[in-house]
């Protein structure tokens, strides 16, 4: 499969999801026609302007020269021609210069992206998520001043919340903002800023979380745009080190330093971290996204691979390719079967996040929240999975430079850390989502599956069947979760297995749809697997 036939699947699942047809329906430039056209260009760009810098950002590396960020040769000019094509600013609203597309769009092209480059891609996932953050947070004349600049990838942006004392807890951290004659001003340390500085833009924002109060954990904490320059003089703000990676070497990761650099509050003061996830949602889609890219390559080349590697077989005859092995069958049709419910998860997850900017409907805001966790964190153990499965099938020559599968193992392997580990994530599933939320995001799910897999039931008996069964018993481990609310200890201890069990039964949900029919057996065994460990 080549990124023309990986923007086919995409359209295909696109085509398979009752959410796209009712946006499709809502929206006039969403016909069959203009999508398939924004698709398939989409694939021409990652293949022939992105994919060509791969292997040498990940060679080369960024490199810190007279206290700057340089970036690989030849990223600088991809940056400027994937935001100048329209790219960087496709869902961004049309009155701030972007394209105002739905973010449906964006997420089938996406992965063809990520594909490409994911390293370069970085400083695009944070450029746009902030232009979004900017047109939602801050006043009129700033939103002005800084998206449109954003959109055409003339300034660019990163999210500044990490500090050596404070990752995950974000309530611990230190850097600070006071202020003096009616403005702030920050200082303060950040660490793990993808593309903190670079020479791809004149201008970086960061949209940093400072403590601007005395009260303790989040409360304190407010949400500032700092830029690196102000009419062209340095603000106070400075790259410390770039860390040396297991991969994405062409993204530099920085240490920032901010020295009473001057910004400006975006929001409520004490309401950083909440205005702040405006920001970090879009990012945790982008995460599965960023997975869905390197494993669809992943298993691309491990088909491929196995079509033409000739091993095995009657000794008096030639040897036969390795792909006609029962076993090597089974690892390629893994890897494939998890990268495209993968893909199908990604849609589904798209389109309802649009269609809830569109229609007044709790249950699909409640939905959105129960999904992105899951997206975010399988989509990066998928991502990181399939090249792992994707080596095994090449063997030796997996292990090598000379394919990119090694170097998609070291990408991805980030993934499942940055904008949330893993673990958070399933707290966060577990307390948030079922918890607090009283089980309405679980609701709106069960509901919208078991209204689908009725429409299946004529061609897919068995398997709808099974999937039901799957649900049934999910809503049932869900009910024991709910009771353990007594015994957090023992439920937060269960909270990854009880994360997991979710994503199996949405896997399960998004094979019957594209007619994996052959995994929903495999998900099943694997849903009682993470139902046991829920004790």
């Not at 340089?70 to 869902?91: E, N, R, S, V």
């Not at 850097?175 to 793990?192: N, S």
Request: aromatic share 8%.
């Amino acid at each position: 499969m080549s990124f023309a036939d990986q923007a086919n699947r995409t359209l295909e699942i696109l085509a398979l999801t009752p959410g796209w047809h009712r946006l499709r329906d809502l929206r006039q430039d969403c016909d069959d026609e203009t999508v398939a056209a924004i698709v398939e260009e989409a694939a021409n760009f990652a293949e022939g302007v992105l994919a060509p810098l791969n292997a040498a950002g990940d060679r080369i590396g960024a490199q810190v020269v007279n206290g700057r960020v340089k970036t690989p040769d030849g990223f600088a000019d991809a940056f400027l021609q994937y935001a100048q094509a329209g790219w960087l600013g496709m869902d961004v609203p049309e009155e701030f210069g972007g394209q105002g597309v739905p973010l449906t769009l964006h997420a089938a092209c996406a992965p063809l992206f990520e594909r490409g480059c994911v390293a370069l891609m970085m400083a695009a996932g944070s450029t746009r998520a902030a232009a979004h953050l900017l047109a939602e947070a801050a006043d009129d004349a700033l939103a002005a001043e800084w998206v449109p600049k954003l959109a055409a990838g003339e300034w660019a942006a990163t999210i500044c919340i990490s500090e050596p004392e404070a990752g995950s807890d974000v309530g611990r951290l230190r850097t600070k903002a006071e202020q003096r004659d009616g403005e702030w001003f920050v200082t303060g340390q950040k660490i793990w800023i993808s593309f903190g500085d670079h020479d791809m833009a004149e201008r970086i924002g960061h949209c940093l979380l400072a403590r601007t109060g005395d009260e303790p954990g989040t409360r304190g904490i407010s949400l500032f745009l700092v830029p690196n320059l102000i009419e062209g003089r340095p603000n106070g703000v400075a790259v410390d080190r770039i860390e040396e990676k297991m991969g994405l070497h062409g993204s530099p990761t920085c240490a920032m330093r901010f020295e009473d650099a001057k910004g400006v509050m975006l929001g409520k003061e004490g309401r950083g971290l909440p205005q702040l996830f405006a920001m970090i949602e879009l990012m945790r889609l982008l995460t599965g996204c960023q997975g869905l890219g390197i494993a669809s390559a992943a298993a691309d080349i491990a088909e491929d691979y196995a079509k033409e590697r000739r091993q095995g077989g009657r000794p008096d005859r030639p040897p036969v390719p390795i792909a006609s092995h029962p076993d090597v069958r089974r690892q390629l049709h893994e890897i494939r079967s998890s990268t495209e419910i993968l893909r199908a998860a990604i849609v589904e997850l798209a389109t309802v996040m649009d269609l809830a900017r569109i229609e007044e409907d709790a249950g699909l805001d409640d939905f959105t929240g129960w999904m992105l966790p899951l997206v975010k964190s399988f989509g990066a153990e998928t991502g990181f999975s399939a090249a792992n499965a994707a080596i095994q099938v090449l063997g030796g020559v997996g292990y090598t430079k000379d394919w990119p599968l090694e170097q998609y193992l070291r990408d991805a392997r980030i993934m499942t850390i940055y904008e949330g580990t893993t673990g958070m994530q399933a707290l966060d599933f577990l307390t948030r989502r079922l918890w607090r939320d009283e089980g309405r995001g679980l609701a709106a799910f069960l509901e919208k599956a078991r209204d689908e897999i009725d429409a299946y039931m004529a061609e897919h008996p068995e398997a709808s069947e099974a999937v039901l069964d799957i649900l049934d018993d999910f809503e049932a481990l869900s009910e024991t979760m709910t009771a353990m609310q007594d015994d957090p200890d023992a439920a937060l201890y269960c909270a990854d297995a009880y994360m997991r069990a979710a994503w199996t039964a949405v896997s399960a949900w998004m094979a019957l749809r594209i007619s994996e029919t052959k995994a929903v057996d495999e998900l099943a065994a694997r849903f009682a697997y993470h139902s046991a460990r829920c004790g």
